[in-house]
């Protein structure tokens, strides 16, 4: 069928989307004739196919049921297009879900170590990793309940995104426990006003049903490639220096070996404590007596290990 022009249009303003007039002529004379063939879906009317002539047409029995039959192949595609949209949509969706925090909206453990074993492999310069650990976050969520701590790490998770740069990941990796990425710093020591910025923005109370409550946290820092080679050493060198910061409430440190007791050699100590148990462990009791009638009361269990 020939025409001047082939448009493509809804009837009704509720329909799904719109589509634009394809002009096939850049001469458009007014028509004369206009022949509309619906485009019928599953759901209902899909739009309608409009064709326009220059002069009056009177389409025989075999070009209506082509009409009709491109009409129908025209209404599949848009279905189809609209299923394709939901598909991409649905998948979007699960990938979303399945690399982010449902409560925060950050970034998972999963996608944080997707994205440090990519950092590291294309790493320019200095790349860091800030572990952060909320003090006192369980005695709220006990006190006042699951609402005010998902108000307190919504408003937490909102402030990390809001101290670092656009190009920075900030996770969450459960509970009370953040992490922030940070690529291409020149050194190690360009971490440390990032922790402090951080502990800063903390500090103000956030208010729940009038009251102000106090966030505080312990951030620890590790840098590859100066403290660890791998992602898996750099996530634990963090984690050790952020157990360090505990100790000191509000702080952050970063990973010192020196100070790091979580060593294999602790490990191996472990172990051979199960052999110990059956050979190397003795007991001794000291005796325990009455100062005023020098009678003996009791005794005291001592357990020593002889340690090849």
């Not at 009317?45 to 002539?53: D, K, T």
């Not at 598909?87 to 990938?95: D, K, N, Y």
């Not at 602790?266 to 005796?287: C, I, N, S, T």
Request: glycine residues 6%.
């Amino acid at each position: 069928l020939s025409g001047d022009k082939l448009s493509c249009g809804p009837d009704r303003a509720e329909d799904r989307r719109p589509f634009t007039e394809i002009d096939l002529r850049v001469r458009r004379p007014a028509p004369a004739e206009c022949i509309v063939a619906p485009l019928e879906g599953s759901t209902g009317r899909l739009g309608s196919l409009r064709l326009m002539f220059d002069a009056p047409v009177r389409l025989s029995s075999r070009e209506s049921q082509v009409l009709s039959t491109y009409a129908h192949s025209v209404a599949n595609t848009m279905l189809n297009s609209y299923l394709y949209d939901d598909v991409c949509a649905e998948a979007a969706r699960q990938a979303h879900e399945a690399s982010h925090d449902p409560l925060t909206g950050l970034a998972n453990r999963v996608l944080l170590s997707a994205h440090s074993a990519k950092a590291l492999d294309e790493a320019d310069g200095t790349t860091a990793l800030l572990l952060l650990d909320l003090d006192h976050f369980k005695e709220i969520n006990d006190t006042l309940g699951h609402a005010a701590g998902d108000l307190l790490l919504q408003e937490v998770a909102r402030r990390l995104r809001a101290s670092v740069r656009e190009e920075d990941l900030v996770a969450r990796l459960g509970g009370d426990e953040f992490a922030i990425l940070i690529t291409g710093l020149a050194s190690p020591a360009d971490a440390e006003p990032v922790a402090a910025d951080v502990l800063a923005l903390l500090c103000e109370p956030v208010e729940y049903e009038g009251l102000h409550l106090s966030v505080e946290a312990s951030i620890g820092i590790a840098c590859y490639p100066t403290d660890a080679d791998s992602a898996e050493e750099l996530f634990r060198r963090a984690d050790v220096a952020m157990y360090q910061a505990k100790t000191e409430r509000g702080a952050w440190l970063r990973y010192d070996p020196l100070r790091d007791d979580t060593s294999v050699q602790r490990l191996a100590l472990v172990g051979e404590l199960r052999a110990a148990l059956a050979e190397q462990l003795v007991v001794h009791f000291q005796p325990q007596y009455d100062l005023v009638t020098g009678s003996l009361i009791g005794a005291e269990a001592l357990v020593r290990w002889n340690h090849p």
